[in-house]
């Protein structure tokens, strides 16, 4: 397996028996529980060319190159503060700060807070982004009082 960028950008995967696939999209089986293991490479039809059990499984260039694909694709900001609640009913505006920068969202109801397990939630704002909060324990003490009024 040989995969590499096109002069167009879009990834190309050559397998064992040299057939080059164009358009090749890297997919997370478990992008919350277990995101750097279980990735689909799929082609442009939808259907599965190669299977890979773990990231650390590849060179580093190639994974690289899997790694930078899945950024672009993915777009969950990662929460590390909150500094502040317009209300503690909704909606409310929040004010936070993400692994991306500052940032604010919207929580329209509190069932747009979801516990996944692990400490893991995810919490959608009124424009469909997700946000996750990836370890409730490790926020300070002032956003996890903040967050635990609306749980």
Do not use: C
């Amino acid at each position: 397996m040989n995969l590499q960028r096109n002069t167009q950008g879009r990834l190309v995967l050559t397998t064992a028996d040299g057939t080059a696939h164009e358009a090749v999209v890297p997919v997370r089986a478990y992008p919350i529980s277990a995101p750097d293991r279980m990735i689909s490479l799929v082609g442009a039809d939808g259907h599965e060319l190669a299977w890979l059990d773990a990231l650390d499984q590849l060179d580093a260039p190639t994974r690289e190159l899997v790694e930078e694909e899945l950024r672009r694709r993915e777009f969950m900001p990662e929460i590390k503060r909150l500094f502040d609640v317009s209300s503690f009913a909704t909606p409310s505006t929040w004010d936070i700060e993400t692994d991306r920068g500052r940032a604010s969202l919207q929580l329209k109801g509190e069932e747009d807070i979801r516990r996944m397990g692990g400490g893991v939630m995810l919490i959608a704002d009124a424009h469909g982004v997700q946000f996750m909060i990836r370890d409730v324990s490790a926020l300070d003490r002032h956003s996890r009082k903040l967050l635990d009024r609306f749980l």
